[in-house]
Nanobody, 121 residues
Framework: QVQLVESGGGLVQAGGSLRLSCAASGNIFSINAMGWYRQAPGKQRELVARITSSISTNYADSVKGRFTISRDNAKNTVYLQMNSLKPEDTAVYYC???????????????WGQGIQVTVSS
């Protein structure tokens, strides 16, 4: 099994910055893509940013130019640097990783427990 633990959330004023971290631990042979999703009250969970093992990235249009995703493969950790935050960025942010526990096992998706980000106007 793989566990994901997010950190770095909190309350920030509009225009401010936060950096989220997500560390993967447990029985890890390899991690493929890692990503950040968010879910605001009354809305569906949506992709924010994603990064592959080859460091290819993609972003939701709403965060392009403001958010940057990166990863440290040695630490099995993915980061989300969020700048110029807006009230509409308020949501619970979830980390997701596609990983396998052994060389012959299948790829499975794992989720973190979520972390609150609140942007005040």
């Amino acid at each position: 099994q793989v566990q994901l633990v997010e950190s770095g959330g909190g309350l920030v004023q509009a225009g401010g910055s936060l950096r989220l971290s997500c560390a993967a631990s447990g029985n890890i042979f390899s991690i493929n893509a890692m990503g950040w999703y968010r879910q605001a009250p009354g809305k569906q969970r949506e992709l924010v940013a994603r990064i592959t093992s080859s460091i290819s990235t993609n972003y939701a249009d709403s965060v392009k130019g403001r958010f940057t995703i990166s990863r440290d493969n040695a630490k099995n950790t993915v980061y989300l640097q969020m700048n110029s935050l807006k009230p509409e960025d308020t949501a619970v942010y979830y980390c997701k990783a596609r990983a396998k526990s052994t060389a012959w096992s299948q790829w499975d998706d794992y989720w973190g427990q979520g972390i609150q980000v609140t942007v005040s106007s």
